[in-house]
């Protein structure tokens, strides 16, 4: 398939802070498609930020609710889409949606979406639920961004990259002359979704805006080390989700100690454990919401690696999420299942690619 697409992809982390949406022309197919990016944006959830939290936090809520949200959701969804297409001129053929992820715990997963709302707006077709076919495979379902990075960045030198989301990712990248079958991807450990979380409670705010806060505290090492332990996952092929979130430390081992040193003693422990991820590889490449937190990204700073952004190398950090769920979208489009063996865990041959709606 030689012709062209445009494709729009949409992605809220488990951040739960915001959607950020990429509009690409994606020309030709399956695992040799080419990308370039035609523009993006990011927009906040506003009132529904509460409770898409409270749902991912399994508070109890009426049917009513429920469906309430999850229509409201999809609008915020066209709007967002239909204000992208216009900024670009364009008319989009494909969007992926990868929706809100509200329980993740293998192999149960819930992205929240109701598509209805972006169909009404856009004639088009929509994928979304892309998790699901590596979940019924037999896989973690999570995470999916690794065949992406791959075919954005596989031209470069062996590099990590590093999504600073809602819970930090990793995608290993072998040297060009490398194949596919050679990526590494896992999940680390709760991020940017932490952090914010003990903005909320010892701050009163959604965040530590760009990690001021954070840059004025001490690490303590005993609180930093009893974190990484929370953290600590044994099993060789698991995503992180629901109860991975590490809140308790922050009442717990945390409790004693200022705002300022909780949040620095988080990014220490957070900083350790992508350091020893990356253990042999030189170049950290940053993308993520994390990328706007400079004590996170200045405490990476000083393991001694090379670090720079995803918009150093073609995409800007805050769309290469979106980015990959609209390459998802347009794999699953080509009948290309976007999980990796290596990486998601999956057994059998996925039997389908997403949920479709048609015009």
Not at 78 to 83: I, Y
Not at 111 to 140: H, K, M, T, W, Y
Not at 221 to 232: C, D, E, H, I, P
Not at 284 to 310: D, F, H, P, Q, Y
């Amino acid at each position: 398939m030689d012709t062209s697409r445009i494709v729009a992809g949409t992605m809220t982390g488990t951040s739960i802070d915001g959607i950020d949406l990429a509009l690409t022309r994606i020309t030709g197919a399956g695992l040799a498609m080419k990308v370039e990016l035609l523009g993006h944006l990011s927009r906040p959830l506003g009132e529904l930020a509460p409770s898409l939290r409270a749902m991912a936090r399994n508070s109890p809520m009426t049917a009513e609710e429920f469906t309430v949200i999850s229509e409201r959701f999809g609008q915020l969804h066209a709007d967002a889409l239909l204000e992208l297409a216009r900024q670009a001129e364009v008319r989009i053929d494909l969007v992926a949606c990868h929706g809100q992820t509200v329980f993740h715990r293998p192999p149960h997963s819930l992205q929240l979406l109701d598509p209805a709302p972006i169909s009404r707006a856009l004639d088009c077709p929509i994928v979304f639920n892309l998790r699901r076919s590596d979940l019924l495979a037999g896989g973690e379902g999570a995470p999916l961004t690794p065949i992406a990075d791959w075919i954005l960045f596989r031209n470069h030198s062996a590099m990590a990259i590093v999504n600073l989301g809602g819970f930090a990712n990793i995608t290993l990248l072998p040297p060009s002359d490398q194949s596919i079958n050679q990526v590494l991807g896992f999940d680390l450990c709760p991020c940017n979704q932490l952090l914010d979380e003990i903005a909320r409670i010892r701050l009163d705010q959604p965040m530590d805006d760009q990690g001021r806060v954070a840059t004025r505290g001490t690490v303590d090492q005993t609180s930093s080390m009893a974190l990484k332990q929370r953290f600590g996952c044994e099993e060789a092929v698991r995503s992180l989700g629901t109860d991975d979130e590490a809140f308790d430390w922050i009442d717990s081992d945390a409790g004693t100690l200022s705002d300022e040193d909780a949040l620095a003693t988080a990014i220490d422990a957070i900083t350790s454990m992508i350091l020893d991820a990356c253990e042999g590889i030189d170049q950290l490449c940053l993308a993520g919401g994390g990328c706007r937190n400079m004590a996170l990204v200045e405490a990476l700073g000083r393991t001694g690696k090379s670090i720079i952004l995803t918009d150093q190398i073609g995409i800007p950090a805050q769309a290469r999420e979106a980015v990959a769920i609209a390459m998802i979208g347009t794999l699953a489009q080509d009948r290309v299942h976007p999980g990796l063996r290596q990486i998601t865990g999956y057994r059998d041959e996925p039997s389908f690619h997403g949920f479709w709606v048609n015009p």
